[in-house]
């Protein structure tokens, strides 16, 4: 089924390591987003890509950097992580920047750090 | 500071009644605004959404009001069902930035 696909959807790290998330989607949209979900805070923006080539920080990028290594795939890496980055991760994607026909999210990746 | 609100983090309705979930935002640059719903362990999946020229908007059991001049938005969803037990996340956007999201609300739809 088309759609955005994340992978791991589930892992365990020990503080300090490092790890990437993959995201990838096959609608041909331009824009792409990474948010965390923390109980109780909701949906927060950790990184977003307007278009392939470009990168902007969201509302809580501390710790985190990404790659849109082309049109389809946009990866978030945690270079050092750390027991506050415990969270699920959503991947998200849409035509263009603007929100008029809403993102499509993928399924999400928990992740704890121990 | 939260430029989008649900104050309300869980909702309890019985089946068949009418369930209103609402969202107040602070930034007056908001011209469009969006109900995400989302099932445990799945994604959120766009519910509908509102432009801000409009201060309704319906599609089959759920409806969006958006006042703007108090800043708020609610959805209602007649009649409920146990299978719209989920979270509801209200987002809002200006012009082309990221959506931004609200806290969101759980809503427990009873049989």
Redesign the interface.
Known sequence: NAG?TQTPKFQVLKTGQSMTLQCAQDMNHNSM?W?RQDP??????IY?S?SEGTTDK?EVPNGYNVSRLNKREFSLRLESAAPSQTSVY?C?SSP?????R???????TRLTVV | DQQVKQNSPSLSVQEGRISILNCDYTNSMFDYFLWYKKYPAEGPTFLISISSIKDKNEDGRFTVFLNKSAKHLSLHIVPSQPGDSAVYFCAASSGNTPLVFGKGTRLSVIA
Do not use: E
């Open positions: 955005v987003y948010y109780g805070m909701g949906l927060r923006l977003y307007a969201g959503f998200a263009t920047q603007g929100a008029i809403g993102y499509t999210f993928g399924s999400g």
